[in-house]
């Protein structure tokens, strides 16, 4: 008989703003093996582990820990009671070595000094023990990655931990430190650790998991044995589909091609390659649908479309424009409308007014200006108008954009990036963390532009929305469009969630197919 | 030709280079104090500030206690063993005195910025204009003047003739009779080293100021690590004063520090906050410094000179910030192949 090592039981967390993360959700491991804890994106994951670790109090449940209930008020705690996290974001000092980094607040010491060689020694003692292989005297800054996830482990172990979480450990990993960190924690398992991962990727649980349990919506919607449940099963029970707002829309009559982006790739800072070589085209009259998991380079691509971020190979083109080299107005002014994922950094500037908002992208074309001076008659009129058409909520066009509501805020940067006659529409986004009137609203905006002929590319992680408005989607996965589904509206969530996850993809033919070369 | 001939001759004097050792002893404690404020996360602007306040107080606290020794009786007519007690307890009160009123000084800003969360850049500029005016309305209430501390008898830190050294030609001549607080910056750039890389506070300091959330994870108090740190950079700093005031010279007057605080801020920043380099850094600046000196009697603009060294830092800068950019773009290009 397993032995329950903790049991999170009943756990209600809700936010100060009234989001309910967590609901009811019980949580149970067992000593000595790796539980895999899944769920989409906000599906409660993180908020759970942050309870558990002392980040952030609960409002309900308790947590029993090798039998005793407890309840701890940070970090330090928990790491004193044996659970020890490996963050998605090292804790890690860079310019100082890994055995300074392994002993930071536990120094070992020889005479009121520092003794570094005390402190290898416990690093290198650790390493052997658990069979990481790590250089103790080597800088951080100098290390892979993967390294660092290392010591992060081995500074977790060091401090006793029993109970190791792990967020989303792969993420930055490549396939073979991937490998490498599967043996390292099947080795931990054999020793006696507890391990808790957190992933998004169903072949990587198969190959290295016990049990898994499913969050989705903040509740906890199964727990099964790994071996005994199909990859499909798991993604059927992370997937669901909730209520449905219906969008009318005729079918698409898509003509030319607008966008057309080809080989591109995007590196990041770190030498990653974020974005793979992918090609895909949107043309007029259509909204081409772009689905996956947070962080395989969605955002990258809309970043790179409108300007915001460079890319190393690979071509962007506007009806027949190349991109590279281009400044963002330039860009623009070939009808390129962004409404970006980050509202508060790129869609609107919170302590402007309004108005000031709305003028941001067309502040210097000659028809709102009668020479030096700007010409608040027209202005006005301008903002008075789209204000009533996009039913924003506020008392004047002076108004700061802080006081509005989120949905009003997204309703000011769609009254700017819809009203400039766009050729193209890179939407990101556009209706998250928004009231569903917002999102009604913005919706339907959308597929009128599309009828108007606009070209729409819609990047959105509630499939929801995708699956309602999208004429065509394409899936991306690891960087790379892993499908290409031609027809949106005979599409279910149910295969979208597969090729989101890697475990359907489809052939280089029919992914090409988007470019309509 | 004939005016680099004239320079040389001027500068390859042992006289000149024990002007640049001079020059760059309260330069080199500006730039320790603005290591230690540097490696944990805080930017010290207020240097130059703590550095004056911690010059006016030495002088206070040392005319001050060599007056109560000799009870009011005129030092010429004093006994003078009396006298000489006087002395020495005036050099240790204005010792003492001035480098506290720099740690304290340093520890203000501490608060304001650690404690208060305020703006580090606006506080120490805040100390900075506080101390210009507020050392001469002290100087003032205690002493009588608005320009110097001439009416106050206070003491001068022990000049130092080292045995041997200074029989040795030259080399004597450069290196033997400084002031004792000369010998005593070098010593302290082995300090600030050993402290930052030797004890586990230097750890702390460091891990602080680079990556706090790291520091905080693993239960470093950071803030109590931030009072610390800075209390050393006001200790540094309040060196720096006593040697700007009670070694060289003995009074205080005011402006004194005429911008060394920043030089040694300069000489942080180039030598990348490394004890060792930001010394050889200093040094750079005390040279150009001694030479600006020298330079005023010959025809070319003092403040030509007092420039290089600046001019130097920001080429030093630009430099270095398109190496690290190409560095990035050359791993870009690389994986992009």
């Not at chain 1, 290198?124 to 005297?137: F, I, Q, S, T, W």
């Not at chain 2, 490696?39 to 004056?52: D, F, K, P, V």
Request: net charge neutral.
């Amino acid at each position: 008989m397993p032995e329950e090592i903790l049991l999170m039981d009943k756990i209600t967390k809700v936010y100060p703003n009234g989001f309910v993360a967590n609901k009811d959700v019980t949580f149970s491991i067992n000593k000595g093996e790796i539980h895999a804890l899944m769920g989409e994106n906000g599906a409660g994951k993180s908020t759970l582990m942050k309870i558990l670790f002392g980040i952030e109090p609960f409002e309900e449940g308790r947590i029993v820990l090798k039998g005793k209930e407890v309840r701890f008020n940070g970090p330090l705690d928990a790491i004193a009671n044996g659970v020890g996290m490996v963050h998605q974001h090292f804790m890690l000092v860079p310019s100082l070595t890994v055995a300074e980094n392994v002993v930071l607040g536990m120094e070992p010491k020889k005479g009121g000094m520092f003794d570094f060689e005390e402190a290898v020694r416990i690093t290198e003692e650790a390493c052997n023990k658990y069979n990481l292989k790590v250089d103790a005297r080597a800088k951080v800054e100098d290390l892979p990655v993967g390294n660092k996830q290392k010591v992060e482990i081995v500074k977790a172990l060091v401090r006793g931990a029993e109970i190791l979480i792990l967020d989303e450990p792969t993420a930055v990993l490549t396939p073979q430190e991937t490998a490498e960190l599967f043996v390292e924690l099947k080795h931990l398992k054999e020793q006696g650790h507890t391990i808790v991962f957190i992933s998004h990727k169903l072949h990587e649980i198969k190959a290295l998991c016990d049990r898994i349990t499913i969050l989705r919506l903040g509740k906890s919607v199964g727990k099964a044995n790994v071996a005994d449940v199909t990859e499909q099963d798991i993604s059927r029970m992370m997937v669901g589909r909730d209520v449905v707002l219906k969008v009318d829309k005729t079918p698409a009559k898509p003509e030319e091609t607008v966008l057309k982006v080809r080989d591109l790739k995007i590196i990041a800072d770190t030498g990653k390659p974020i974005v793979n070589d992918i090609s895909f085209s949107v043309r007029k009259g259509e909204i081409l649908g772009m689905a996956g998991v947070e962080g395989n380079g969605q955002s990258q691509i809309s970043e790179a479309i409108t300007g915001l971020l460079g890319y190393q190979h690979g071509t962007i083109s506007v009806n027949g424009v190349d991109l590279k080299g281009k400044s963002i107005r330039q860009i623009r002014e070939l009808g390129v409308s962004h409404v970006s994922e980050d509202r508060n950094t790129y869609g609107a500037a919170l302590v402007a007014s309004v108005k000031d908002n709305i003028l941001s992208d067309r502040y210097y074309k000659k028809e709102y200006n009668s020479g030096i001076m700007m010409n608040d008659k027209v202005i006005n009129e301008m903002t008075d108008n789209l204000i009533k058409e996009f039913l924003i909520k506020c008392d004047d066009r002076d108004d700061q954009v802080k006081m509005l509501s989120g949905g009003n805020v997204q309703k000011v940067v769609v009254a700017r990036e819809f009203s400039n006659k766009p050729a193209l529409v890179i939407a990101n986004q556009p209706t998250r963390g928004i009231d569903v009137g917002a999102t009604e609203f913005i919706r339907k905006r959308l597929v009128e532009l599309r009828d108007e002929g606009t070209a729409v590319l819609l990047i959105s992680a509630d499939l929801n929305e995708l699956l309602e408005l999208s004429d065509s989607l394409i899936v991306m996965n690891e960087g790379r469009i892993a499908a290409y589904l031609e027809d949106a509206s005979v599409i279910t969530d149910m295969i979208l969630g597969e090729y989101m996850l890697g475990v359907r993809t489809q052939t280089p033919e029919e992914i090409a197919r988007v470019a309509y070369d | 030709m004939e005016f680099l001939s004239s320079l040389f001759e001027l500068i390859f004097t042992p006289a000149f280079a024990a002007s640049v050792l001079r020059i760059t002893t309260p330069i080199l404690f500006a730039a320790l104090g603005g290591i230690m404020a540097r490696r944990c996360g805080i930017l010290n602007l207020a240097l130059e500030g703590t550095m004056l306040t911690a010059a006016l107080f030495a002088v206070i606290g040392s005319a001050l206690t060599k007056r109560a020794v000799l009870g009011g009786v005129s030092a010429a007519l004093a006994d003078p063993a009396l006298v000489s007690k006087a002395n020495f307890a005036g050099i240790i009160a204005g010792f003492i005195v001035g480098t506290v009123a720099g740690i304290l000084m340093a520890l203000f800003l501490a608060y304001m910025a650690v404690g208060l969360k305020a703006d580090a850049y606006l506080a120490g500029l805040a100390i900075n204009t506080m101390t210009t005016g507020g050392t001469v309305f002290i100087l003032y209430m205690v002493a009588g003047d608005k320009g110097i501390s001439s009416s106050l008898d206070s003491g001068s830190m022990p000049f130092i003739d080292l045995p041997i050294i200074k029989d040795i030609p030259i080399l004597g001549e450069i290196f033997s009779g400084q002031n004792i607080m000369t010998y005593f910056s070098w010593i302290c750039v082995a300090i600030v080293y050993f402290i930052l890389f030797k004890t586990a506070t230097g750890l702390r300091i460091r891990a602080v100021g680079e990556t706090p959330s790291a520091a905080e994870s693993v239960g470093v108090n950071v803030k109590k690590v931030q009072y610390i740190a800075m209390a050393l950079s006001g200790l540094f700093c309040g060196f720096g004063g006593v040697s700007l005031s009670m070694s060289y010279v003995q009074f205080f007057s005011r402006g004194m520090t005429a911008g060394k605080g920043f030089i040694g801020m300069s000489a942080m920043n180039l030598g990348n906050a490394s004890p060792v380099g930001t010394a050889v850094a200093a040094f750079l600046f005390g040279f150009f410094d001694a030479m600006a000196n020298v330079m005023q009697s010959m025809s070319i603009p003092v403040q030509f000179v007092q420039a290089i060294p600046y001019v130097a830092t920001l080429v030093g800068l630009v430099v270095f910030a398109i190496q690290s950019d190409n560095k990035v773009k050359k791993l870009k290009a690389k994986q992009a192949k």
